[in-house]
């Protein structure tokens, strides 16, 4: 029987379609090889690899001095610009307000055909200290009011470059699907008196049939209401706002799990295309208590079509039991 599954933090409903599910090891990607083995190390046609750097469109390096480890850089073709103020105009039907805001890429490593599974941890643990540097930048800014961290990962996440990127844009509205997410949020604590996201991860970690692995510090866990085959979310095992009250041990923590759900993803569906965002309280709202952030990271192994769009419900057609269990699973190679 099929069944229908809610996200209680999202409300997000799927259908789970268990008589036409497919086996875990049917999402693997076995037309293109890994993206290591397509591209060369070095790119001279790539704008992020060393030696195209354009100096005018840096914001940071790390470290200051010698080779670069990791660039900050305003992006060339910017959704929204830091020029000028956002002005709002509404004439009763149409709401405008001028595209003010902050659209930088970080450039993760100087390798152009590197990914996160096979770059080591202390590597992550740099760039997610890079985002944390430039949130706080970012929170500088009193017109802004929504930082969205995030990674297009392969031909099938949307990305058109290949170098390992992430970008972050800094919005001057917050977006309604996050308003949403507080409203709900802040009804289940004044009926419960408790984090509904604490609450599901307490109990994806006393169950375990979804948990992917986990730390001191995160869960990795399959959504029980996944919205497409291995949809997962990595949370906080304790109570936190926003992204950028986390201290260095906590990133380094959230390095490893990071390292250790994206090498599973990598040997397990071969380099599967993947979008991984950060998904974190409104600037202005990091001091009211009612979201709990956390990273969901997408396998993008299934296509969604007119039934997603009509209803804004989707179909997986994998069980998030299996997915979980198939990546516990994943025989990995040793770290070097
Ligand atoms: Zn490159
Ligand atoms: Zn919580």
Not at 130 to 153: A, V
Not at 196 to 224: K, S, T
Request: net charge negative; with cysteine.
């Amino acid at each position: 029987m099929p069944e229908l599954r809610q996200n209680l933090a999202t409300k997000e409903w799927v259908i789970i379609a268990t008589e036409r599910a497919k086996r875990p090891d049917n999402f693997i990607d076995l037309d293109t090889p890994p993206t290591v083995e397509r591209e060369p190390q070095h790119d001279p046609h790539c704008p992020f690899c060393p030696g195209n750097e354009e100096p005018a469109r840096e914001i940071e390096r790390w470290p200051d001095d010698g080779p670069w480890q990791i660039r900050v850089v305003r992006n060339k073709y910017p959704a929204l610009t830091q020029n000028g103020d956002p002005v709002r105009t509404f004439d009763g039907v149409h709401r405008c307000i001028t595209g003010v805001g902050h659209h930088e890429v970080v450039v993760d490593h100087p390798q152009h055909n590197l990914t996160w599974a096979l770059m080591a941890p202390e590597d992550i643990e740099q760039v997610l200290t890079t985002y944390h540097r430039r949130g706080w930048s970012i929170l500088e800014n009193p017109k802004m009011e929504q930082i969205i961290f995030f990674k297009n990962r392969g031909p099938h996440s949307g990305a058109s470059l290949k170098h390992p990127l992430s970008q972050l844009i800094a919005l001057p509205v917050v977006p309604n699907y996050i308003r949403h997410r507080i409203e709900e949020a802040r009804r289940y604590s004044d009926d419960h008196g408790q984090c509904i996201y604490c609450v599901m991860a307490q109990d994806e970690l006393n169950r375990g049939e979804r948990i992917i692995c986990a730390n001191d510090h995160f869960a990795a866990f399959v959504l029980y209401a996944a919205l497409s085959p291995f949809h997962l979310w990595i949370m906080p095992r304790e109570h936190s706002v926003s992204f950028l009250y986390s201290q260095p041990d906590q990133l380094k923590a959230l390095a490893q799990i990071l390292h250790d759900v994206l090498r599973r993803l990598y040997y397990g569906l071969n380099d599967p295309s993947f979008n991984l965002i950060i998904h974190s309280a409104p600037l202005k709202e990091i001091s009211n208590n009612y979201l709990h952030w956390y990273v969901s990271v997408i396998p993008r192994v299934s296509r969604s079509a007119g039934f997603e769009l009509g209803s804004g419900m989707f179909i997986n057609p994998a069980l998030p039991e299996a997915s979980a269990e198939f990546l516990r699973d994943v025989k990995m190679p040793d770290v070097p």
